[in-house]
């Protein structure tokens, strides 16, 4: 184990409970709409200035792991992301937790990031160096195809209909384009709104697009938001755990997909997760329980979000690119330290970076129980609040969690604008995640598409650009195998049950 | 068996955005252009399929999902007040009137003084506790007004 004599310097009682704090604020600022884990370790960063370098690090990959996590705590109990990390967390966790597993559903969300956060900051230890390597070979045409890859999960995400699934991407993706163009610098469907010129914020359409339209469904019935059941709020750790270890191939799966996604300088957790829950429903023997309260959902997404934080210190550390938005922070905050990050850092200044890796390690573990503790009690008070308290409140933290993320109250407009058309969308039919992915994936199609084009017109060969490097071979391989891979599932295992149509709102 | 009606009239508003994608990207560079052209034309066409299959391959509807109209409508046009106003009647003033009237909105129980002090004292510890914490402690500067 490399680093192992630096260990003890990270178990100091001050770095444990600069972990333990971490984490715990770290969870609570995740759990709030429109607070992302970028915004969370922005705002502490300050805090590390005074700090040794190793102790401000564990302390800031301490708020961001719980962050990340603490995004699943509204995604499963609200039908509302905490994070962008947290989208993919909805579509399994809220029918849990509608029909009364939401303790198992917060248990099992745990229990994953938990998984998910110890192979990433594994995978940080023991291969930093030559997987970062591995980044720096992806050039747009790579990111292109990579969008594309993601974009291939709108099919899996049209709750019973895949051609209005496409058509609900197509939205996003021309969602994506409002404003200036990441490539040429066009003006494009502002509609002459100096407003609209910095385009549509994900954040922001995210809350809206996601929490406005459960609110408007939950004032037109007297009935309980949750289903309250005889045992209220128990950990349900032991039938949790029984459900990793039969699941414990997609755990690993999605971990890994976490980490080598979170290498990749600016695709994060919300790729990641989503990646992961369509890999996951592709491999699973009952694809049709997806979007219906499948706990392998939750598990995939969460383990694969979390692995994203070890994954994405990589390019950070070894290459000074940050791996993941809250990574640009951390590496502001570095510099401030006066660390030089670069392949030389393990070597000269390996005592701060195998203690902040042993203290991410040690805060990871520490979620399991602190991520416990929350979760019970963040059940039992949702359940408990009437529906006359929580509506407001939560309608009070769409609205400012939209006008945080950049002080902006045209954003907060957005934001309802947004909500409301996903709902008139729902009630034809069209759910929100196929837009919400489109409008992720827009901007890294788009300018990996145009930036590939240009260079392969530069060297007089597009097509060889697009389809003849390796990695882009490997990726388009991965995207005709899944394309694909119903269609073989079918002639091998017969055909499958047909999903019903899920109802957006359910 | 029924045709899907909704989808269709959906699919139908898609083409619309589409083709309105589709005149306005005239305007752009060929660079510009190339990705919401694309975008548009996909958009139409898998709307048009769409429509295609949903009249000739009818199937069973989505159910019917019940509730109250008026207080659906209040909630939005609530939600939009409270986005219009804040910046002008600043964020506590206008987040306190949308509170309470989206407390009156979602309650179905028969009103007591009890209730409305416990809802009342349940409102005021929500909002103040996190306009404290993102004004205080995260440092958003929320626009102020009458109150703060």
Known sequence: MPGIEFLVDALTPFNILLAIAGVVFGAVIGALPGLT??????????????????????????????????????????????????????????????????????????????TGGLVGAVALLMLAPPLAQVALKFGPVEYFWLAVFGLTLIASLGEGSVLKGLVGGCFGLLLSMVGVAEVGGDIRYTGDLQVLLGGIDVVAALI???????????????????????????YRLKEALGICWNSKGNLARSSII????????????????????????RASKHPENFGKGEPDGILATESSNNATVGGGFIPT?????????????????????????????????????????????????????????????????????????????????????????????????????LGIIAWVLSRFGFTPSPIVLGL???????????????????????????????????????????????????RFRGPAVPAQVASSNE | MARDVPGIIGSLIFIAVGLLALYYSREFTPLGSVFPRTIASAMVLLSVVYIAVAWLRPKAPAP????????????????????????????????????????????????????????????????????????FVLKVPLPPGVLI
């Open chain 1, 208 to 234: 809206g697009l996601y929490c406005i339209p459960v609110l408007i469904d939950l004032v037109a019935t007297p009935d309980p938001h949750l289903k309250v059941t005889e045992r209220l709020a128990s």
């Open chain 1, 440 to 490: 992720i994936l827009g901007a890294i199609a788009e300018a990996g598409f145009v930036q590939g084009y240009l260079i392969g017109n530069a060297k007089q060969n597009v097509l060889g650009e697009f389809f003849g490097r390796p990695i882009s071979i490997g990726i388009i391989a991965f995207i005709v195998l899944g394309l694909l891979y119903p269609v073989l599932m079918k």
């Open chain 2, 64 to 135: 019917h999902q019940p509730g109250s109209v008026w207080r659906r409508a209040a909630l939005v046009a609530v939600m939009v007040a409270w986005a219009l106003l804040l910046d002008r009647l600043g964020f506590l003033t206008t987040s306190v009137i949308c509170f309470a009237a989206l407390l009156v909105i979602s309650n179905y129980d028969r009103w007591t003084p009890a209730m409305a002090v416990a809802y009342v004292a349940a409102g005021a510890a929500v909002l103040g506790s996190l306009y404290s914490i993102f004004r």
């Open chain 1, 317 to 417: 550390l070894v290459l000074g690119i940050p791996g993941t938005p809250p990574d640009a922070v951390i590496l502001g905050a570095l510099l401030v330290q006066g660390i030089r990050t670069g392949p030389s850092l393990f070597g000269e200044q390996s005592q701060i970076v195998y203690t902040f890796i042993y203290g991410l390690i040690l805060a990871t573990l520490l979620m399991l129980p602190i991520g416990l503790v929350i979760g019970r009690y963040a059940f039992k008070s949702i359940v408990a609040i009437p529906k006359a308290v929580l509506v407001p409140s939560v309608a009070f933290l769409t609205i400012i969690g939209s006008y945080a993320i950049h002080n902006n109250p045209h954003e907060v407009l957005q934001m309802v604008g």
């Open chain 1, 258 to 281: 976490g980490t080598v996604v979170g290498i990749l300088p600016g695709a994060g957790g919300s790729i990641a997760s989503l990646v992961s829950y369509g890999e996951a429903r």
């Open chain 1, 37 to 114: 884990a970028t915004m969370a370790v922005a705002v502490l960063v300050p805090f590390t200035f005074g700090m040794n370098p190793a102790s401000a690090l564990i302390a800031l990959g301490a708020i961001y792991t719980g962050a990340i996590y603490g995004g699943a705590y509204a995604a499963i109990l609200l039908k509302t992301p905490g994070t962008p990390s947290a989208i993919a967390t909805t579509f399994d966790g809220y029918p849990m937790a509608k029909r009364g597993d939401g303790d198992l559903a917060l248990t099992l969300a745990c229990l994953a990031s938990v």
